[in-house]
């Protein structure tokens, strides 16, 4: 990587985390030695950069500097179109059109050249025969998960059992060609995954939880570490 590259990936990666970021962490990220991120730092400062901070404790950018349109690498390009070609052919239609969105204001910026490798992309991501139908409000749920509104509905599992459930919806996952709910269940006192095409009469309620100890989505990924 150019130094150029380094140092302006090394904002890039202050901005996108608002918590202190150690010299060790950003070394691993761009492969470089510590001794190598200190000198950076010191010249990104040295040329306005206001990044919060010291040796030996760790980094934070001003969350009030506004970082200049960055240029893309072809292959980030790449995972770019791709990713929006995947949550085109998987996910739900209002997040579809919004990766369209997304990709057609990068493109809008990008020069000639780069715009020329987006309409030329050889990797495509295609629905297949094994593709499992959602009948429920893919959209709603989702939604239902950044704002924390308790939802409730009827399940089937494999064996042919059904049951009613009530959870706080904590993330959805991808496991191809199944999409998956995880939250905390009420019923079982436990956190709990439903396939999202064995969900029926899905019902978003007006009911908001707060995050509790124990029942909180960082809880559920440490269970699953």
Not at 118 to 147: C, N, P, Q
Request: hydrophobic share 40%; with cysteine.
């Amino acid at each position: 990587m150019r130094r150029a590259d380094r140092l302006f990936r090394i904002v890039e990666y202050l901005k996108a985390r608002r918590q202190t970021v150690t010299a060790s962490s950003l070394a691993e990220e761009l492969e470089v030695s510590v001794r190598t991120i200190y000198r950076d730092i010191a010249d990104l400062g040295a040329s306005g950069v206001p990044i919060l901070g010291e040796a030996g404790v760790g980094y934070m950018l001003d969350k009030n500097y506004v970082v200049r349109p960055l240029m893309f690498a072809v292959e980030e390009l790449d995972a770019l179109m791709l990713g929006a070609q995947m949550v085109q052919s998987f996910g739900d239609k209002e997040l579809a059109r919004a990766a369209n969105q997304a990709i057609d204001k990068i493109t809008s910026v990008l020069p000639e050249s780069l715009q020329k490798e987006i309409s030329e992309t050889f990797l495509f991501s295609m629905t297949s025969k094994a593709e499992v139908k959602i009948h429920i409000d893919f959209t709603g749920l989702r939604r239902a998960i950044r704002a924390k509104n308790i939802v409730e509905f009827n399940y089937t599992r494999e064996d042919g059992e059904e049951s009613h459930r009530r959870i706080r919806p904590l993330c959805l996952a991808f496991f191809s060609p199944v999409w998956l709910i995880s939250g905390w269940c009420e019923m079982r006192q436990d956190f709990r995954n439903f396939r999202l095409d064995r969900i029926q009469e899905l019902k978003i309620t007006e009911e908001r939880f707060l995050d509790e100890n124990g029942k909180r989505l960082y809880d559920y990924m440490q269970q699953m570490c």
